[in-house]
Every structure is written in structure tokens, then in C-alpha cells.
């Protein structure tokens, strides 16, 4: 049955026009056994998805998957926070030492990213509250929208005469950024702040106002020889890509000659997690993490009057600014699992549809009950040190989703469509549709 991402769909012979969804991951079913009193379900399995490929991503992974009754979302971290611990430690001899735990929120203000890489010491300052009324119209623009934001992002030694960031290094960076959606990368070098507006070098000081950049520089902490960026757009936009520039920076030469990298173990949990996000193109909100994740006690009312306020029992571990496992405490009433589904817009026929039998398993009484899944290969990539986790599974796609080996995937004879009752439409023609 289908969940959230888009999965392979494998059609049936049997049955003329249906399709099997291959699983991203057994989450209804997990729950199904903790309805039948299973108090611990334990998995390490094969899983698909349909998505677009990165380092950390691709077609089929491994997951190691755990659901348990009864445990608080606290309970649950400790629980696999000491797993992970002595699994490092056993395998590679690594302490992972303390796990910071961060909320959602505070990790997409200070990094942009809900996995943030804690060895990269840049952090956003937040400038929106004084640009509204610059000269500048990017700044003034973005912090005059509707969910805009203005960031600055300070580079200590970014601008130190023969050792810090060239003008070359900043039009690649402006190129880089542009990969996110953002249409170009401010900057301000402060060459010397005895000196004033004189003592800063850009072209948009002029027209910003002593009173921004006063704040700019004092929120930030700027020094002379610090270089500083901007970032100024949607949120989603200024997240993105300073948020990705921030990496880059920090993992590049300059970077790690000038101490803004610390080579070493990063763990993390990031918690309280919205339950729902607005998809601008469909202009409805969309779960977080996946439909069946609680909500925190009290804010089930707000599923109906302010989805947008409403935030989850779910939480990440991340490890090096990638995420290792994620999970939530589950939704175990079906009145608010309902909720859940009318702040979907999922009507109550869709609903029983797809998610009939679990509907009808919570209504005989369910446990609280919870989970994490972890990928298996992620863990093995950060353990080895590699680039991405094709290099440490057998039989790996390319970046295109490919097997060079079998060629998959690959033409099928007429003959195997028509057993299966399915007929090509002319590709030229769906394109251009």
C-alpha cells in the first residue's frame, strides 16, 4: 500500500489493472503488531524507494527497524542512542561521547538544515527584523515577505589580504548557491571597523542603513578580516543554500587551514519536528515525517484551527550532518489519526482506502507505542569514511538510478505488457503534456 514517498509500483498479472507498492518501509504493519500486543519488533530488512538520487540515497537500502510499546519518546533515544554508542565502539573503537539534542526549530535558525554537521563551526545570525526598510530592494523585499528571511553568515578570516576567500572563490560560491534557488550571494568584507562604512568593502553597503549594519555586525561578531555572506529569499531558499554554503565553506581548504572545521565524532538528535509543512504547488499541507506520527500532548485541537503550529513526537539522530535513523512515537487513537487526515484534506472515503485496516485495528484499543529505523548502509558509509554509501553497497545504481552491471532498468517485450494488460502512451506525447 502506498505511504508518503514515491514508491516502485509492480503490477499484478492476476488481478487486471492493480499494482503492488514494493515497501519503503512495513510502518502500517509495525503497527498492526503492536495493536496485537507485540511489545518489541526487531527488523533488518530491504527497502525501495522512487526518489532522486544523492550521496546519502538510492533505489533500494538497508534498514534496521525497531517498533516498541509503552516507551516515551525519551526512552526510545536512550535506548538506541547506547545501541549506536557500542556498536561504534565495538566496531571501530570510537567513543561517540555526548548526543546534543537540539529541537527542530532551533537547528533550521542557526544552520538551515534539520542535520546540521556540528564539525563546521558557521553559524546563521538572523538580520530579517532590520532590513525591511533598506534601500538594498533584495533584503527589504525578502524581509518584507511573506515567509522571507535575511541571514548573514560570518567567515573569520575570509577577507585577511593573500590567506582569505578571492574574488574568484566568490563567484564560484555565487554560482554554487544558485543551485538552490537563490539568484545571487551578497557579501560585505570588513576590512577595518575603526574606520566605519570606509572600513567595509561592497557594493551594497551604500545602501544599507547605519542602524542594519550596525546590527549586522554586532549580532555576528564580526572582526576585521572577516568576510561576511547573505542570504535574502523564501526561507526554504536561504536555508537551502546558505545553509549548504555553510558546508562548503567549512569542509574547503580555507576552511579547515583556518580552524572553521573540527576533525572529529558529531552526534546529534534534532526533536520536535513540525507535523506538517505547506506545499506551495498543491496548496495543502503535507506530513513531516509520515501521517502516523503523534502529535505532542495538547496540540491535537490545532490539527484542525493551526496546522501549522502543531509539532511531532518525532526526532532524527544525525552523525556528521547526515541523518543515521529517524522515528516518532505513533498515533495510537484513531479519532486523532483522523484529525491527522483531515488537515491532509485525506477524506474519509481516501482514508479507508488506503489506510482501512488500520483505522479498524485502532478502534479495539491500541498501546502507545513507537519507533526508529536506522539505515544500515549510512552507518557503515560515516564508519569507512566514504563519499557515499554506493560505495559500500554491492550491486549499487549510479547516480541515474542504473545498474551498469545488468543494465536495469531495461525494455520488456510486447508479449510481458500484454500478460500484464499495459500499453505504453507515446513518451514524446507524455512529455509534451
Same mark, same amino acid.
Given at each position: 500500500?502506498?505511504?508518503?514517498?514515491?514508491? +516502485?509500483?509492480?503490477?499484478?498479472?492476476? /488481478?487486471?489493472?492493480?499494482?503492488?507498492?514494493?515497501?519503503?518501509?512495513?510502518?502500517?504493519?509495525?503497527q498492526?503488531?503492536?495493536?496485537?500486543? +507485540?511489545?518489541?519488533? +526487531?527488523?533488518?530488512?530491504?527497502?525501495?524507494?522512487?526518489?532522486?538520487?544523492?550521496?546519502?540515497?538510492?533505489?533500494?537500502?538497508?534498514?534496521?527497524?525497531?517498533? &516498541?510499546?509503552?516507551?516515551?519518546?525519551?526512552?526510545?533515544?536512550?535506548?538506541?542512542?547506547?545501541?549506536?554508542?557500542? @556498536?561504534?565502539?565495538?566496531?571501530?573503537?570510537?567513543?561517540?561521547?555526548?548526543?546534543? @539534542?537540539? =529541537?527542530?526549530?532551533?537547528?533550521? /535558525?542557526?544552520?538551515?538544515?534539520?542535520?546540521?554537521?556540528?564539525?563546521?563551526?558557521?553559524?546563521?545570525?538572523? @538580520?530579517?527584523?532590520?532590513?525591511?526598510d533598506?534601500?538594498?530592494?533584495?533584503?527589504?523585499?525578502?524581509?518584507?515577505?511573506? !515567509?522571507?528571511?535575511?541571514v548573514?553568515?560570518?567567515?573569520?578570516? #575570509?577577507?585577511v589580504?593573500?590567506?582569505?576567500?578571492?574574488?574568484?572563490?566568490i563567484?564560484?560560491? =555565487?554560482?554554487? @548557491?544558485?543551485?538552490?534557488?537563490?539568484? !545571487?550571494?551578497a557579501?560585505?568584507?570588513?576590512?577595518?571597523?575603526?574606520?566605519?562604512?570606509?572600513?567595509?568593502?561592497?557594493?551594497?553597503?551604500?545602501?544599507?542603513?547605519?542602524?542594519?549594519?550596525?546590527?549586522?555586525?554586532?549580532?555576528?561578531?564580526?572582526?576585521?578580516?572577516?568576510l561576511?555572506?547573505?542570504?535574502?529569499?523564501?526561507?526554504?531558499?536561504?536555508?537551502?543554500?546558505?545553509?549548504?554554503?555553510?558546508?562548503?565553506?567549512?569542509?574547503?581548504?580555507? !576552511?579547515?587551514?583556518?580552524?572553521?572545521?573540527?576533525d572529529?565524532?558529531?552526534p546529534?538528535?534534532?526533536?520536535?519536528?513540525?507535523?506538517?509543512?505547506?506545499?506551495?504547488?498543491?496548496?495543502?499541507? =503535507?506530513?513531516?515525517?509520515?501521517?502516523? &506520527?503523534?502529535?505532542?500532548?495538547?496540540?491535537?485541537?490545532?490539527?484542525?484551527?493551526?496546522?501549522?503550529?502543531?509539532?511531532?513526537? !518525532?526526532?532524527?539522530?544525525?552523525?556528521? #550532518?547526515?541523518?543515521?535513523?529517524?522515528?516518532?512515537?505513533?498515533? /495510537?487513537r484513531?479519532?486523532?489519526?483522523q484529525?491527522?487526515?483531515?488537515a491532509?484534506?485525506? &477524506?474519509?472515503?481516501?482514508?479507508?482506502?488506503?489506510?482501512?485496516?488500520?483505522?479498524?485495528? $485502532?478502534?479495539? #484499543?491500541?498501546?502507545?507505542?513507537?519507533?526508529?529505523?536506522?539505515?544500515?548502509?549510512?552507518?557503515? &558509509?560515516?564508519?569507512?569514511?566514504?563519499?557515499?554509501?554506493?560505495?559500500?553497497?554491492?550491486?549499487?545504481?549510479?547516480?541515474?538510478?542504473?545498474?551498469? $552491471? =545488468?543494465?536495469?532498468?531495461?525494455?520488456?517485450?510486447?508479449?510481458?505488457?500484454?500478460?500484464?494488460?499495459?500499453?505504453?502512451?507515446?513518451?514524446?506525447?507524455?512529455?509534451?503534456?
Amino acid at each position: 500500500t502506498p505511504e508518503g514517498a514515491r514508491d +516502485y509500483l509492480v503490477p499484478s498479472r492476476v /488481478h487486471d489493472g492493480q499494482f503492488f507498492a514494493l515497501p519503503q518501509s512495513p510502518q502500517l504493519f509495525k503497527q498492526l503488531l503492536m495493536v496485537a500486543g +507485540y511489545d518489541r519488533y +526487531y527488523q533488518i530488512t530491504k527497502c525501495f524507494r522512487d526518489e532522486d538520487l544523492r550521496a546519502d540515497r538510492q533505489p533500494e537500502f538497508t534498514q534496521i527497524d525497531i517498533e &516498541t510499546s509503552f516507551l516515551t519518546e525519551e526512552e526510545i533515544r536512550d535506548m538506541f542512542q547506547s545501541m549506536i554508542k557500542r @556498536v561504534f565502539q565495538k566496531t571501530i573503537g570510537v567513543d561517540l561521547g555526548e548526543f546534543p @539534542v537540539m =529541537t527542530y526549530q532551533d537547528a533550521m /535558525h542557526i544552520y538551515g538544515s534539520d542535520k546540521p554537521d556540528l564539525r563546521v563551526k558557521l553559524q546563521f545570525t538572523e @538580520v530579517t527584523d532590520v532590513m525591511g526598510d533598506v534601500d538594498f530592494k533584495v533584503f527589504s523585499g525578502a524581509a518584507n515577505m511573506k !515567509g522571507g528571511r535575511v541571514v548573514a553568515l560570518r567567515v573569520p578570516g #575570509g577577507s585577511v589580504e593573500g590567506g582569505g576567500i578571492s574574488r574568484g572563490e566568490i563567484d564560484a560560491y =555565487t554560482e554554487f @548557491v544558485k543551485i538552490y534557488g537563490a539568484k !545571487g550571494l551578497a557579501y560585505i568584507r570588513v576590512n577595518d571597523l575603526s574606520k566605519g562604512r570606509e572600513g567595509l568593502q561592497s557594493p551594497i553597503v551604500k545602501n544599507i542603513h547605519d542602524a542594519a549594519l550596525t546590527a549586522v555586525l554586532e549580532r555576528s561578531g564580526a572582526q576585521n578580516g572577516d568576510l561576511i555572506f547573505f542570504g535574502a529569499d523564501k526561507e526554504k531558499i536561504v536555508n537551502d543554500a546558505i545553509g549548504a554554503l555553510r558546508i562548503k565553506i567549512g569542509h574547503s581548504v580555507f !576552511g579547515k587551514a583556518n580552524g572553521l572545521f573540527e576533525d572529529r565524532w558529531a552526534p546529534m538528535w534534532v526533536v520536535d519536528f513540525p507535523m506538517f509543512e505547506f506545499d506551495e504547488e498543491s496548496q495543502r499541507y =503535507t506530513a513531516v515525517h509520515h501521517p502516523f &506520527t503523534a502529535p505532542k500532548d495538547g496540540h491535537e485541537d490545532w490539527m484542525v484551527t493551526a496546522p501549522e503550529k502543531c509539532i511531532s513526537k !518525532g526526532y532524527d539522530m544525525v552523525l556528521n #550532518g547526515w541523518e543515521m535513523g529517524g522515528g516518532s512515537v505513533r498515533i /495510537h487513537r484513531a479519532d486523532v489519526q483522523q484529525k491527522v487526515f483531515d488537515a491532509l484534506k485525506i &477524506t474519509p472515503e481516501e482514508a479507508q482506502l488506503k489506510f482501512g485496516f488500520l483505522l479498524d485495528a $485502532l478502534q479495539y #484499543g491500541a498501546p502507545p507505542h513507537g519507533g526508529l529505523a536506522f539505515g544500515l548502509d549510512r552507518i557503515v &558509509t560515516l564508519m569507512t569514511g566514504a563519499e557515499s554509501i554506493r560505495d559500500v553497497i554491492a550491486f549499487p545504481k549510479t547516480q541515474r538510478a542504473q545498474c551498469l $552491471l =545488468t543494465q536495469a532498468p531495461s525494455p520488456v517485450d510486447e508479449k510481458q505488457l500484454r500478460e500484464l494488460h499495459i500499453r505504453l502512451r507515446n513518451l514524446d506525447a507524455a512529455k509534451a503534456e
